[in-house]
């Protein structure tokens, strides 16, 4: 081959992968169009609510920002902070936050590194990732001059809920989690517990070094469209408050196609994307026993609800309220929005009768009716409380 033909070939299949790279880097994603998608949504409640960034200092990055959202922050109960879940961001509380400022403050926030919020470079140690996530509440908490809340986190939320409380006992008041990721061990059996087909297998140890949601981003402008494809049922769970239902995967999509910086610190957190390689139950009896708890599953989600009970055991003379929520997979907060949030508000009403009292209750005489509905699914086995 000629010196000019192979300078051709090389040109040419240089100029190939930086235009395949090129379309798959195209993501059609943009900090006013996640603005627009999040207003969009937030458009369908009845509250006024306002939304502004807070300014938490060097956290991780030079100077981080927090996206804030609040409703009702004149209310004089104890207000309530929302976590959201991996790949998730404030908008998606939209069927719960009408109902929980009907009488109290209520904030949530984009956690640092997911939403609208700053997207910072995470630790890769999964200590030093988790710090980073709690430092970074504390201080937006301490930006607000919020001095104690009922602290709500979903999913990956939960786990960080969880870990913020054991660190800061003092600012938390109830802690409330939501279908909670990270709590088990991981099983070292776990490809033959599940029956993990040796293809899947092979498939997750090829992805290992990726972060969780990838293929989001790799799928350049159909990524909107691949959310639409593999989870029609998210647009489903919105679909009777929102007038147009495509904005709830644009919202996602919008999420999670810029810098994946919160979910790199996901990914550095966990083992295997079920667990956690610091799992929550080996440190939840650190919490403080004054700190009521309400553990809130859905019957049909892939989180294992069994560590409620063993969070029951650990917590032995602490309150423990577990409640598994009949037909609701794991974004329990939207599947069964209404009972969610009756749970929650009943939490909220419990944490504001303790504030009347000089001595705390024991369980027994904090215990709230049982709602458990889970007898009423065929799918699951009768649980005793």
């Given at each position: 081959?000629?010196?000019?033909?192979?300078?051709?070939?090389?040109?040419?299949?240089?100029?190939?992968?930086?235009w395949i790279w090129s379309w798959f880097s195209w993501t059609s994603s943009s900090?006013?169009?996640?603005?627009?998608?999040?207003?969009?949504?937030?458009?369908?409640?009845?509250?006024?609510?306002?939304?502004?960034?807070?300014?938490?200092?060097?956290?991780?990055?030079?100077?981080?920002?927090?996206?804030?959202?609040?409703?009702?922050?004149?209310?004089?109960?104890?207000?309530?902070?929302?976590?959201?879940?991996?790949?998730?961001?404030?908008?998606?509380?939209?069927?719960?936050?009408?109902?929980?400022?009907?009488?109290?403050?209520?904030?949530?926030?984009?956690?640092?590194?997911?939403?609208?919020?700053?997207?910072?470079?995470?630790?890769?140690?999964?200590?030093?990732?988790?710090?980073?996530?709690?430092?970074?509440?504390?201080?937006?908490?301490?930006?607000?001059?919020?001095?104690?809340?009922?602290?709500?986190?979903?999913?990956?939320?939960?786990?960080?809920?969880?870990?913020?409380?054991?660190?800061?006992?003092?600012?938390?008041?109830?802690?409330?989690?939501?279908?909670?990721?990270?709590?088990?061990?991981?099983?070292?059996?776990?490809?033959?517990?599940?029956?993990?087909?040796?293809?899947?297998?092979?498939?997750?140890?090829?992805?290992?070094?990726?972060?969780?949601?990838?293929?989001?981003?790799?799928?350049?402008?159909?990524?909107?469209?691949?959310?639409?494809?593999?989870?029609?049922?998210?647009?489903?769970?919105?679909?009777?408050?929102?007038?147009?239902?495509?904005?709830?995967?644009?919202?996602?999509?919008?999420?999670?196609?810029?810098?994946?910086?919160?979910?790199?610190?996901?990914?550095?957190?966990?083992?295997?994307?079920?667990?956690?390689?610091?799992?929550?139950?080996?440190?939840?009896?650190?919490?403080?026993?004054?700190?009521?708890?309400?553990?809130?599953?859905?019957?049909?989600?892939?989180?294992?609800?069994?560590?409620?009970?063993?969070?029951?055991?650990?917590?032995?003379?602490?309150?423990?309220?577990?409640?598994?929520?009949?037909?609701?997979?794991?974004?329990?907060?939207?599947?069964?929005?209404?009972?969610?949030?009756?749970?929650?508000?009943?939490?909220?009403?419990?944490?504001?009768?303790?504030?009347?009292?000089?001595?705390?209750?024991?369980?027994?005489?904090?215990?709230?009716?049982?709602?458990?509905?889970?007898?009423?699914?065929?799918?699951?086995?009768?649980?005793?409380?």
């Open positions: 081959m000629s010196p000019k033909v192979r300078n051709y070939v090389i040109v040419g299949t240089i100029s190939s992968v930086v900090a006013s169009m996640l603005r627009a998608a999040e207003k969009k949504i937030l458009s369908c409640l009845k509250t006024t609510y306002r939304g502004w960034f807070v300014d938490i200092g060097p956290v991780v990055g030079a100077s981080d920002k927090v996206w804030t959202i609040s409703l009702n922050e004149e209310a004089e109960k104890t207000p309530i902070l929302l976590l959201h879940g991996l790949g998730a961001g404030v908008a998606l509380w939209c069927l719960n936050l009408d109902s929980l400022a009907t009488s109290r403050p209520v904030y949530a926030i984009d956690i640092l590194g997911f939403g609208r919020s700053s997207r910072p470079a995470f630790s890769s140690n999964a200590t030093e990732a988790e710090t980073q996530l709690v430092k970074s509440v504390e201080e937006w908490r301490r930006e607000m001059n919020l001095d104690k809340f009922i602290l709500l986190g979903h999913s990956m939320g939960g786990f960080l809920a969880a870990s913020y409380a054991i660190q800061h006992p003092e600012r938390v008041k109830h802690l409330i989690l939501a279908d909670p990721w990270g709590f088990p061990e991981k099983p070292e059996n776990v490809n033959q517990k599940y029956n993990v087909p040796l293809w899947l297998r092979a498939v997750a140890y090829v992805i290992q070094p990726f972060n969780p949601l990838w293929p989001v981003r790799l799928a350049g402008p159909f990524g909107q469209r691949l959310i639409e494809r593999m989870r029609p049922d998210i647009v489903r769970k919105f679909s009777h408050v929102v007038d147009d239902v495509s904005v709830i995967p644009e919202y996602i999509y919008q999420c999670n196609s810029q810098t994946p910086s919160g979910e790199s610190a996901f990914r550095a957190m966990m083992s295997g994307f079920g667990w956690a390689k610091n799992p929550m139950l080996h440190r939840i009896d650190r919490l403080h026993e004054d700190i009521p708890m309400t553990i809130l599953y859905g019957s049909r989600s892939w989180v294992e609800n069994d560590s409620g009970d063993v969070i029951r055991e650990k917590r032995s003379k602490s309150y423990v309220n577990v409640q598994i929520i009949s037909g609701a997979g794991h974004h329990v907060y939207a599947d069964k929005a209404e009972v969610f949030n009756t749970h929650v508000m009943r939490a909220c009403t419990l944490t504001d009768e303790l504030g009347k009292r000089k001595i705390l209750p024991s369980p027994e005489q904090l215990a709230l009716p049982s709602t458990d509905d889970s007898a009423d699914d065929p799918t699951l086995p009768s649980r005793s409380k």
